[in-house]
């Protein structure tokens, strides 16, 4: 089973950057389709952004131009840059992995991104 571990969470001024982080361990990385994913009190998870095992990225509209996902298959970790953030970025910041052989599934335990105003 794929653990995974989230960092790089903070309390940020609108128009500022962060990186996620998201290290995996205990599985095939190479075979991961790699995700991130955010949540609010009272909403349901969305999906930000996710990154084949071949590199190729999608991201949710809101993000586009603004976030970089990315991935490094030497240390088995993901990366979520986020620039010029918002205050409606504000969420807790889920790591997702998803196998392309079995389609088993596994979530971090996620990491808090605050933006003020």
């Known amino acids: 089973q794929v653990q995974l571990m989230e960092s790089g969470g903070g309390l940020v001024q609108a128009g500022g950057s962060l990186r996620l982080s998201c290290v995996a361990s205990?599985?095939?990385?190479?075979?991961?389709?790699m995700g991130w994913y955010r949540q609010t009190p009272g909403n349901q998870r969305e999906l930000v952004a996710v990154i084949s095992p071949g590199g190729g990225p999608t991201y949710a509209d809101s993000v586009k131009g603004r976030f970089t996902i990315s991935r490094d298959h030497m240390n088995k970790v993901a990366y979520l840059q986020m620039n010029s953030l918002k205050p409606e970025d504000t969420a807790v910041y889920y790591c997702?992995?998803?196998?392309?052989?079995?389609?088993?599934?596994?979530w971090g335990q996620g990491t808090q991104v605050t933006v003020s105003s």
């Open positions: 205990g599985g095939i990385f190479s075979v991961l389709v």
């Open positions: 997702n992995s998803r196998s392309v052989r079995d389609l088993s599934e596994n």
